[in-house]
């Protein structure tokens, strides 16, 4: 098994969700997954951070998409 680093598997989050949501800008996008991924500062187990975030994230730009 190939291990990432979290910052890493967060990296291809950003990609996959810039991908999905091309009509948000790339700062916007950006903004919010690093706001996403800092809720989960210090949390213990890590393993579901970057599951989490992209879900959480894709559900902020989801609102973002349909309010712009």
Do not use: C, N, W
């Not at 991908?19 to 579901?48: C, M, N, W």
């Amino acid at each position: 098994m190939i291990d990432l680093s979290e910052q890493t598997i967060i990296d291809q989050v950003s990609d996959r969700l810039t991908q999905k949501y091309p009509s948000i800008p790339p700062d916007t996008l950006t903004a919010v997954v690093r706001g996403v991924h800092a809720r989960f500062a210090g949390r213990p187990v890590r393993e579901y951070v970057p599951l989490l975030v992209e879900r959480f994230a894709g559900d902020e730009l989801h609102q973002l998409a349909i309010a712009g």
